[in-house]
């Protein structure tokens, strides 16, 4: 038998009650049968991307996350928007992926869940298009207004919204395991 696809969540959000949480928290209970979930807690503590730090001996917390992006065959990525763009944890954290190349054609969910979101999905889109991350139509979901769509046990409480999000796990598990048959 074939093993579980493994995927690591990244939260664009540091916040302790963040909506991106519970909206990643809600895709590891609604995929349990799909695959498993890890949520990776080191974004804060990546140090600010600097082409002079990126060598062959990167900074240790920047080899521990390319190595857990390394060990996965998916990632989700669920974040808001910060002043029009993506939050600058975030952007920081795939900064340090141009070079080192784990998310290239590797599959990736894109979940944007903010107030409006749309100029930070379109940006992240954009990024993860230039490190040939394996993004397809329907692995990709902008949720605007989000607070008002998960609450805080992590449970989706609008039906749209649920809806939208069980198809990208269907699509998303589907990705990945095209991608291990090749
Ligand atoms: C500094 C700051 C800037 C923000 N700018 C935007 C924005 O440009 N667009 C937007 O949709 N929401 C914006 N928001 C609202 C966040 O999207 C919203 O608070 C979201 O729920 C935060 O995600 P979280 O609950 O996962 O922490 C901003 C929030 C903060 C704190």
């Known amino acids: 038998m074939s093993e579980r696809n493994k995927v690591l969540a990244i939260c664009g959000s540091t916040r302790s009650r963040s909506t991106n949480l519970n909206f990643i928290e809600a895709v590891a209970s609604l995929s349990i049968e799909d695959f498993d979930i890890a949520i990776f807690s080191g974004l804060a503590a990546l140090p600010h991307f600097n082409p002079d730090l990126d060598t062959d001996t990167p900074p240790a917390e920047v080899a521990a996350f390319r190595k857990l992006l390394a060990e996965v065959e998916g990632v989700l990525i669920c974040t808001p928007e910060y002043a029009l ?23 990736v969910a894109l979940i944007t869940a903010s107030t409006s979101g749309a100029k930070a ?16 139509e329907k692995t990709q979901l902008l ?23 069980e198809e990208l796990i269907t699509e998303f598990a589907l990705l990945m395991k095209q991608k291990s048959l090749v």
Not at 94 to 100: E, Q
């Open 85 to 107: 763009g993506a939050p600058g944890t975030l952007k920081n954290a795939l900064d340090w992926l141009v070079s080192s190349c784990e998310l290239y054609h590797k599959p």
């Open 121 to 136: 999905h379109e940006s992240l889109l954009g990024t993860l298009k230039m490190i040939d991350a394996e993004v397809v």
């Open 143 to 165: 949720i605007s207004f989000a607070k008002t769509k998960v609450n805080h046990q992590s449970e989706i409480t609008d039906a749209l919204t649920l809806q939208a999000i």
